[in-house]
């Protein structure tokens, strides 16, 4: 009995947690020994950020119970958890612009000298943990111009300041480079090492067996298992997740590059602070052929796309051509009426208006493109009827198109989009982050989607911060650094480590 | 020539100093508003309404001070039912700030005739704050004309100043509030009740606003008329957002819309057309407006593509 109690420092008992219809954690009993990296995995609506939620006190749950170091919690408040040592480090950074580093990691729990913040020892706190887990970190710049991989330690940091003994750590590979990852796995083994328990939870199944200890698989809100890495393999774990068969490799069509179909000469576009953010892009892309940017976020991937689909203006000088004809400068509308597909890497905030219904969105953009014969009404029947299409073939589980796209998972938003651009007939498309966030059932899904409409002979233009992803479904690929674009070689030329290297300003020799 | 000599007068550099009086009270409340991220157009009215009240406490208890303690009682009041409406009532905050205006300047009007029934009220018996004779401060020559013979709300200003910047910038409830503005989630998560925090800013600023009300009616000459304020309660808004809720810049700036406020005294004296001089601290407004955003203008050429 004792020695149970020091093995597992976090045990759930049957926690459910029901949302209508929905069973979002069904009689969950997980049990994570102390010391140890605990992954937990599964597809998106699984269930997993539920139960972080729980663990967290965020979301309250219909039943069940959670032990924390023997002990039965009842927590009152979301601050209950911090201050039992529950840290949550979340997938979107939980950090406030025009605060330096070391005010955002210790607002809310400054240390207090009569009615004043106690800077010195607040300070020396901060340096100490950051000596302890070694983490070297700008203290008193502002956050705003710190790249992710640093965000990302401040967020662990603050954690730890916090007192946390459990981190639960929400995607935190999500956004980071192969080296920033290598970092993030580094700092997580001394955590562990010192004591700390991590709960890592993750869709990207090669990550889970570089540092998991345990593994424990989410479907459809139960607990399918906990597992030792040695015990499964990423084929297995994939099929526990989703309870089939998962192609995890992309299948390339063998396809003939035919006319160009885009091409750039001296792009360079400046932001609105007047940055050069695109800087001599010259690259090409034919007819059949997918063409993908790899590089960390905020290289310039963005303004290269939104130069491409007109929404920033380039420099004087920079030259696009769309099949022979020069369009630089054109509005998005006249690009959408050349048949240039775009999906943003925001799919909520530019991809799709939230507010509006799912066959309003499923036309977005294409109001006025054939098919829907608008003279100054829309044709009802016929925009549902192309929902319905798109529904169908991208398998975007929806109850009724009249409901608000809002009410749809991430995921299926994606599959809609995504739907909507391939349904058109489009030329050449732009993508960005087409799988981001979303689960490996639809991963597959949109690959196979997209390297069909590519071999059907549209141009692709595909800017992901998957490395992976670029790798597997691009003919050509380019990374994109510090607003450069350098040539990252054909499919399958270069290693994902070269690639990693191309993509932090290294040179592959 | 007189102009020129006007504008460094003592005469105006006093009345700047007076003037910004309205401006700093309600800004060392307002600032923390600005800081949680809560715009509030209706300054305007809260400093209106308890200019009345501060009269009206005034008139009824013979007190200067308890006049005062109704401005600020008012004031807290008006802030309390504004963030009802906001907070919880989802009410949006544009359109209830225009309607607490409208209502102010249209409440005080109806107030002013139902009780002194007369639309100007001077000599209605209300008690006002007397300027103190500070002992030291008489004598030194220049600053002595601009700093001495003030009521104790024109010292009080720059001093809540110094005490916001002070709380804003070293205390705990400072960084707490600065989070909450830059952002609600990440507040949530360190602990921090946006809520809670929005309401301190809330109420705060409405007292702070029944300070500066208080000087409108009660300072020297205790007096009301309709639509007294003229626009004040705007120009603290402008000065908070100016300075990003800092109260330090934010002092500045109320001392150059006071500035522009005394010239305006001070120049309508000579034979020129008043409303033209009227228009100053205005302009002033904009203009300091248009230049800390000048910046952002040149954004504009990105639309041009399109």
Same mark, same amino acid.
């Not at chain 1, 054109?330 to 208006?353: L, T």
């Not at chain 2, 705060?204 to 029944?210: K, Q, R, T, V, Y």
């Given at each position: 009995?004792?020695?149970?109690?020091?093995?597992?420092? /976090?045990?759930?008992?049957?926690?459910?947690?029901?949302?209508? /219809?929905?069973?979002?954690?069904?009689?969950?009993?997980?049990?994570?020994?102390?010391?140890?990296?605990?992954?937990?995995?599964?597809?998106?609506?699984?269930?997993?950020?539920?139960?972080?939620?729980?663990?967290?006190?965020?979301?309250? #749950?219909?039943?069940?119970?959670?032990?924390?170091?023997?002990?039965?919690?009842?927590?009152?408040?979301?601050?209950?958890?911090?201050?039992?040592?529950?840290?949550?480090?979340?997938?979107?950074?939980?950090?406030?612009?025009?605060?330096?580093?070391?005010?955002?990691?210790?607002?809310?729990?400054?240390?207090?000298?009569?009615?004043?913040?106690?800077?010195?020892?607040?300070?020396?706190?901060?340096?100490?943990?950051?000596?302890?887990?070694?983490?070297?970190?700008?203290?008193?710049?502002?956050?705003?111009? /710190?790249?992710?991989?640093?965000?990302?330690?401040?967020?662990?940091?603050?954690?730890?300041?916090?007192?946390?003994?459990?981190?639960?750590?929400?995607?935190?590979?999500?956004?980071?480079? #192969?080296?920033?990852?290598?970092?993030?796995?580094?700092?997580? +083994?001394?955590?562990?090492?010192?004591?700390?328990?991590?709960?890592?939870?993750?869709?990207?199944?090669?990550?889970?067996?570089?540092?998991?200890?345990?593994?424990?698989?989410?479907?459809?809100?139960?607990?399918?298992?906990?597992?030792?890495?040695?015990?499964?393999?990423?084929?297995?774990?994939?099929?526990?997740?989703?309870? +089939?068969?998962?192609?995890?490799?992309?299948?390339? /069509?063998?396809?003939?590059?035919?006319?160009?179909?885009?091409?750039?000469?001296?792009?360079?576009?400046?932001?609105?602070?007047?940055?050069?953010?695109?800087?001599?892009?010259?690259?090409?892309?034919?007819?059949?052929?997918?063409?993908?940017?790899?590089?960390?976020?905020?290289?310039?991937?963005?303004?290269?796309?939104?130069?491409?689909?007109?929404?920033?203006?380039?420099?004087?000088?920079?030259?696009?051509?769309?099949?022979?004809?020069?369009?630089?400068?054109?509005?998005?509308?006249?690009?959408?009426?050349?048949?240039?597909?775009?999906?943003?890497?925001?799919?909520?905030?530019?991809?799709?208006?939230?507010?509006?219904?799912?066959?309003?969105?499923?036309?977005?953009?294409?109001?006025?493109?054939?098919?829907?014969?608008?003279?100054?009404?829309?044709?009802?029947?016929?925009?549902?009827?192309?929902?319905?299409?798109?529904?169908?073939?991208?398998?975007?589980?929806?109850?009724?198109?009249?409901?608000?796209?809002?009410?749809?998972?991430?995921?299926?938003?994606?599959?809609?989009?995504?739907?909507?651009?391939?349904?058109?007939?489009?030329?050449?498309?732009?993508?960005?982050?087409?799988?981001?966030?979303?689960?490996?059932?639809?991963?597959?899904?949109?690959?196979?989607?997209?390297? +069909?409409?590519?071999?059907?002979?549209?141009?692709?233009?595909?800017?992901?911060?998957?490395?992976?992803?670029?790798?597997?479904?691009?003919?050509?690929?380019?990374?994109?650094?510090?607003?450069?674009?350098?040539?990252?070689?054909?499919?399958?030329?270069?290693?994902?480590?070269?690639?990693?290297?191309?993509?932090?300003?290294?040179?592959?020799? | 020539?007189?102009?020129?000599?006007?504008?460094?007068?003592?005469?105006?550099?006093?009345?700047?100093?007076?003037?910004?009086?309205?401006?700093?009270?309600?800004?060392?409340?307002?600032?923390?508003?600005?800081?949680?991220?809560?715009?509030?157009?209706?300054?305007?009215?809260?400093?209106?309404?308890?200019?009345?009240?501060?009269?009206?406490?005034?008139?009824?208890?013979?007190?200067?001070?308890?006049?005062?303690?109704?401005?600020?009682?008012?004031?807290? !009041?008006?802030?309390?039912?504004?963030?009802?409406?906001?907070?919880?009532?989802?009410?949006?905050?544009?359109?209830?700030?225009?309607?607490?205006?409208?209502?102010?300047?249209?409440?005080?009007?109806?107030?002013?005739?139902?009780?002194?029934?007369?639309?100007?009220?001077?000599?209605?018996?209300?008690?006002?704050?007397?300027?103190?004779?500070?002992?030291?401060?008489?004598?030194?020559?220049?600053?002595?004309?601009?700093?001495?013979?003030?009521?104790?709300?024109?010292?009080?200003?720059?001093?809540?100043?110094?005490?916001?910047?002070?709380?804003?910038?070293?205390?705990?409830?400072?960084?707490?509030?600065?989070? !909450?503005?830059?952002?609600?989630?990440?507040?949530?998560?360190?602990? !921090?009740?946006?809520?809670?925090?929005?309401?301190?800013?809330?109420?705060?600023?409405?007292?702070?606003?029944?300070?500066?009300?208080?000087?409108?009616? *009660?300072?020297?000459?205790?007096?009301?008329?309709?639509?007294?304020?003229?626009?004040?309660?705007?120009?603290?808004?402008?000065?908070?957002?100016?300075?990003?809720?800092?109260?330090?810049?934010?002092? *500045?700036?109320?001392?150059?819309?006071?500035?522009?406020?005394?010239?305006? *005294?001070?120049?309508?004296?000579?034979?020129?057309?008043?409303?033209?001089?009227?228009?100053?601290?205005?302009?002033? !407004?904009?203009?300091?407006?248009?230049?800390?955003?000048?910046?952002?203008?040149?954004?504009?050429?990105?639309?041009?593509?399109?």
């Amino acid at each position: 009995m004792e020695n149970e109690r020091q093995d597992y420092v /976090l045990e759930t008992r049957n926690i459910c947690k029901n949302y209508a /219809l929905l069973k979002a954690n069904d009689h969950i009993s997980l049990k994570v020994r102390r010391n140890t990296i605990h992954a937990i995995v599964g597809e998106n609506g699984a269930g997993k950020s539920t139960l972080m939620g729980i663990l967290t006190n965020v979301v309250k #749950p219909d039943m069940g119970d959670i032990i924390l170091d023997g002990e039965k919690m009842n927590f009152k408040n979301p601050m209950d958890a911090a201050h039992h040592g529950i840290g949550m480090i979340y997938q979107e950074f939980m950090l406030a612009p025009r605060f330096t580093v070391f005010e955002n990691i210790i607002v809310g729990f400054e240390e207090k000298k009569g009615v004043f913040v106690d800077r010195k020892k607040c300070r020396e706190r901060v340096e100490a943990i950051c000596e302890r887990y070694h983490f070297a970190l700008p203290l008193d710049e502002l956050i705003d111009e /710190l790249p992710v991989s640093v965000l990302q330690q401040i967020e662990i940091v603050k954690v730890l300041y916090r007192g946390a003994d459990l981190i639960i750590m929400d995607e935190p590979t999500s956004t980071l480079t #192969p080296q920033g990852i290598e970092g993030l796995f580094d700092a997580m +083994r001394v955590l562990k090492e010192s004591g700390k328990t991590i709960l890592f939870i993750t869709h990207k199944l090669g990550e889970v067996f570089r540092v998991s200890d345990e593994i424990s698989v989410l479907r459809d809100g139960k607990l399918v298992g906990t597992y030792q890495p040695q015990e499964v393999d990423q084929q297995k774990l994939a099929n526990l997740m989703v309870g +089939r068969e998962v192609i995890l490799q992309a299948h390339k /069509l063998p396809v003939s590059a035919g006319q160009p179909v885009l091409e750039v000469k001296d792009l360079r576009v400046r932001d609105a602070d007047g940055i050069e953010r695109v800087k001599d892009a010259n690259f090409e892309i034919r007819a059949g052929e997918i063409v993908g940017i790899a590089g960390v976020a905020g290289s310039g991937q963005q303004h290269l796309v939104e130069a491409l689909f007109g929404l920033a203006k380039p420099e004087a000088g920079s030259v696009i051509r769309y099949l022979g004809d020069e369009v630089t400068g054109k509005s998005p509308r006249a690009h959408r009426a050349d048949r240039v597909g775009y999906v943003p890497q925001d799919r909520i905030g530019m991809g799709c208006n939230v507010a509006a219904s799912i066959w309003e969105n499923a036309i977005m953009g294409y109001h006025r493109a054939t098919g829907f014969h608008p003279k100054w009404l829309i044709p009802r029947r016929q925009a549902q009827e192309f929902t319905s299409r798109v529904v169908r073939d991208f398998d975007v589980k929806v109850q009724n198109l009249e409901n608000h796209i809002g009410s749809l998972s991430g995921g299926n938003i994606q599959k809609l989009i995504v739907g909507r651009e391939f349904s058109q007939n489009n030329r050449l498309l732009l993508i960005e982050d087409p799988t981001r966030g979303i689960d490996v059932g639809a991963i597959e899904y949109i690959w196979e989607k997209l390297i +069909r409409f590519a071999s059907e002979g549209a141009a692709v233009l595909l800017v992901s911060h998957d490395l992976n992803e670029v790798m597997q479904l691009s003919d050509r690929i380019l990374v994109m650094y510090d607003g450069r674009l350098r040539d990252g070689g054909g499919h399958g030329e270069l290693t994902e480590e070269q690639i990693g290297l191309l993509m932090m300003g290294g040179e592959v020799g | 020539m007189e102009y020129i000599q006007a504008m460094y007068s003592t005469i105006t550099l006093s009345a700047t100093f007076r003037l910004s009086a309205p401006l700093l009270l309600g800004l060392a409340g307002y600032c923390f508003s600005n800081k949680a991220g809560i715009m509030n157009i209706a300054l305007e009215s809260f400093m209106m309404i308890s200019a009345f009240f501060a009269l009206l406490g005034s008139y009824l208890f013979h007190s200067a001070f308890i006049g005062a303690l109704f401005g600020v009682v008012a004031g807290t !009041v008006l802030s309390f039912l504004y963030g009802v409406l906001v907070f919880h009532a989802g009410a949006n905050g544009l359109i209830t700030g225009v309607g607490f205006n409208l209502s102010g300047w249209g409440l005080t009007t109806m107030l002013l005739v139902a009780i002194f029934h007369t639309r100007g009220a001077t000599n209605v018996g209300a008690v006002s704050f007397s300027p103190i004779d500070v002992p030291i401060l008489r004598d030194i020559p220049y600053l002595g004309k601009i700093f001495n013979q003030q009521t104790i709300l024109v010292y009080l200003g720059p001093l809540l100043m110094l005490i916001a910047w002070v709380v804003m910038y070293k205390t705990p409830f400072g960084v707490r509030i600065r989070a !909450v503005g830059l952002n609600r989630r990440a507040a949530e998560t360190a602990g !921090v009740s946006v809520m809670k925090y929005s309401w301190i800013a809330m109420l705060l600023s409405g007292a702070c606003m029944g300070l500066s009300g208080t000087f409108i009616s *009660l300072n020297s000459l205790a007096m009301f008329s309709e639509n007294m304020t003229g626009g004040r309660g705007f120009m603290v808004l402008a000065s908070a957002m100016v300075a990003g809720g800092n109260p330090l810049k934010a002092m *500045l700036c109320g001392f150059i819309f006071a500035y522009c406020d005394a010239l305006t *005294l001070t120049w309508s004296g000579f034979d020129v057309y008043s409303q033209v001089i009227s228009m100053l601290p205005y302009l002033a !407004v904009l203009l300091v407006l248009f230049l800390t955003h000048l910046k952002n203008i040149k954004s504009f050429g990105r639309f041009e593509a399109s």
